[in-house]
């Protein structure tokens, strides 16, 4: 099995996923950057002008190390202090509109998603319970080596279609975390978390569990096989309702 | 209060300066005296010297989890010893060295002389503290000798993974009962600490002429009062939960995880703060000495750490965003409003040193990496504090590198320029300047090279607390100049280490006021005597010291 | 103790709004999980409401009198007389930590060290309490002449 090569990219770091809900992350990071890098900017250089500018070159006549003079002693400087903490103000009110509409758009729940696929994460392995009963199964039992990918778990859906995922921990909080998604979202006992993904590139793409659930947590790995619908309906067609394919075992 | 009723109201001026009687006989030495001081400035002493002890220890685990992911699929350590050290890694540092450093350790030595006080208002209990703080410290580390190992689910310890079910054995047992003890003295520093600001002030030492050190001490304070009972309660949940068969964090019985969650960052959130404003205090403290000027916009600088407390206790679900059951504009608005009051700080040191003469030395220095680094984790966290965003980055290296850069970068480095600072007022000599440029070269190139990689390794997807990862995931190359980052900056803690001892003999002599200082603590000899001042100068603005010393460049009250 | 007071009061009002502001959210967009938060937010309000409370007791008691610390031209001599208890060496504090840490080992460990922690700890108790039974001549420092 060939794992996508195109892990997230950096884009200094404004990254592509491969959903449509990328779209508006990506928006994010270049809002955020237009905002912080300047901002960064202007005050890494203030510092360090302040630095090579006023350091006590050791020329002065006043007393103290280094016999620098003594500077004037000023203190306040109302207009400036009120500008410094108004613009900033203004610059959090922007970016918290941005970000309000952005989260509406990634956390939307279709009411009619192609598919509904349950996933069930436990110490430590993942089953993905599909419409008609047929379960994907992997557990670290059958991972004998982090460098192989060969036996995880394969979280098999079409692209181009809306994707509704629901997860739920059998025993302790994990959280399904696919990178090329741009998206995790957490597994926890006794809440019931629902998502919708929309696939735009089909690939094979390496996820695992994003929160510490014991030993072999490192282990707890998964593929998403993002398939055109076409052939995510022949791979469906072929797998008999209440069947179990477990990776790393022959099929039953 | 009913003593301090008893004073005098009216009494002539006999004379600017005044003395104070100290209480004649015997004091104790040596093991004695460690043991039975109740003097505030041994008991600081005590908790510096066992906080930067479990800095030495948590830095060693560290080295451990860089050596076990230098490359993939790697065996230095097992699974199970690996979850282990990052969780007593966070343990020890967060709860031992960089809260209990600044606002017990300096908190203590501090603000007693900062404000012009004998000692604090309740030495016994200052000193029961300490060794609260100190049976905590050993409890939660001697889980390492157990059979089982110390506690291994994260410094957070999320239930239900934290339940006896799942985590057996007195490792976990023990980083409860540690980490509650040392809750515990943190609540009797704070209580101690706030009485001392509010019942001991020197005359004329106002609120608004106090030290911005002092300031952000009495706030970490109240950060800290409300906070570690909350955290206290939990531990205790999640005790009668493993012993006594409760099921508060077990949803198989109606009991509900995420409870846990809410608790333990209600408390998590003010601690972050209790672990900075201290830090923000040393910085603000040392670059106006250094820079020969007053704190630029001193009440703005107050306004400031007050806002950053307050809006800190309505920010904890934060960490929660990707939980999915948080309101997460309302703690978006939050977490994105606490970027501005941090922002004036920064305009305010950089006011500071504006057109002022600026002592290059190593405190500064140190300082000045704090400024950097810590911009650096204010604006990443600025793009983790968006949901949107941390849907992405949440519990992955970026995350990792974040904190680091604040509270290592940032804290850190501020608590090494108050070691730098502080240490001839403590020992009566300068550390030497030639190891402290050099620690301070060695540790700022290795910090960076150490964390900076780890934003990249979020941006690809590594998550936080693996053991180990495949080498197909473009992760090897990071992963191995971070943990030669971690190696560097190790060397460079040691160097100040060497600095500390070798300059406690060879020291060159301080003198009591070596920095021209402007706060009180610099008006007592170095080290202070017993109950710390013989004299002290008329206080009548935030720079009593620089008014005494500079009677041509008084500071403007009430500007 | 105004500013003090203030400081506090200023804590305590901010956690009452923002309580009120995350109650409404909270009940407006159904997330009945978060009732803990709600209520640490509460019990922060009236946690800081009490110590203002009591601050500004003490406030009120000594009315007219203002402490020379919140005097902007108090001088040392305002301060003279004595200032409080300070013990310069205590064993007890000691001891009382080692009675509170064995209780902490027998919440591991069980029953023993609860028992053996108990009798030192009341025992340290004890000490500290008679310590601090000395004549106030002795002990009380005295502040500036």
Known sequence: MELATRLPGTDLG?????????????????????FSVPIGLLVLGLILWCVFRYRDKGDGSGGGPGGGRTPAQFQYHIPLEAAYTIIPLVIVAILFGFLYSAENHVDSISKTPAIKITVEGFQWGWRFDYPNGHKQVGTVANELDINSEQNLPVLVIPDNETVQLHVVSLDVVHTFYVPEFLFQRDLIPGIDNTFDINPTTPGIYPGQCNNICGEYHAYMRFLVDVMPPSEFNTWYSQQAPNSITTAGEPQS | ????????????????????????GPRPHGLVKYITSTDHKQIGLNYLVTSFIGFLFAGLLAEGIRTQLIVPNNHFVTENVYNQLFTMHGTIMLFV????????????????????????????????????????????????????????????????????????????????????????SGIFTAVNIITTIFTLRAPGMVMFRMPIFVWNQMVTMFLLLLAFPVLTSAFALLWIDRHLGGHFFDQNDGGQPILWQNLFWFFGHPEVYILALPYFGIVTEVLATMSKKPVFGYKGMIGATLSIGALSMGVWAHHMYTTG?????????????????TGIKFFNWIGTMWRGTITLNTAVLFCLGFLVMFLFGGITGVILAQPVLDFQLHNTYFIVAHFHYVMFGGSAFAAFAGIYYWYPKMTGRLLSEKLGKLSFTVMFIGFNLCFFPQHDLGLRGMPRRIETYSAHMGWNFLNMLSSIGAYIAGVGV??????????????????????????LEWACSSPPPDHNFEALPPIRSERPLWDANHPDQLTKVGH | MKVESRTILGASLFLAATGAVYWALVYKHGHQTEASGIAMLIFGFAAYGMLFGYLMLQYVRRQGHPRPEDSFDATMADGEGEIAYFPSASIWPAGLALGMILGGVGAVWGLWYVIIGGIIFFGAVLGWVIESDVPEDDQNLQAPH
């Open chain 2, 494 to 519: 040691l160097i100040t280490v060497c600095n500390l001892f070798v300059s406690y003999r060879k020291g060159e002599i301080a003198g009591d006021n070596p920095w021209d200082g402007q706060t």
């Open chain 1, 14 to 34: 404004s990254p592509h996923g491969v959903t449509t809900q990328d779209k508006y992350v990506h928006e994010l990071w270049t809002v955020s950057y237009l």
């Open chain 2, 325 to 341: 059951a948080v309101l997460l504009p309302f703690f978006a608005a939050m977490s994105l409003l606490i970027a501005v009051p």
């Open chain 2, 97 to 184: 060295f960089l809260g209990p450093f600044a606002f017990a350790g300096l908190g203590n030595y501090l603000v007693p002389l900062m404000i012009g006080a004998p000692d604090m208002a309740f030495p016994r209990f200052n000193s029961l503290s300490y060794w609260l703080y100190l049976g905590g410290f050993l409890l939660m580390s001697a889980g390492f000798l157990t059979n089982n190992g110390a506690a291994n689910f994260g410094w957070f310890g999320y239930a239900p993974l934290t339940e006896a079910i799942h985590s057996p054995g007195p490792g976990a047992d023990l980083w409860i009962i540690g980490v509650g003890l040392t809750g515990l």
């Open chain 2, 1 to 24: 209060m009913t003593l301090l009723e008893e004073r005098p109201q009216e009494h002539p001026e006999p004379s600017e300066r005044a003395l104070m009687e100290i209480i004649p």
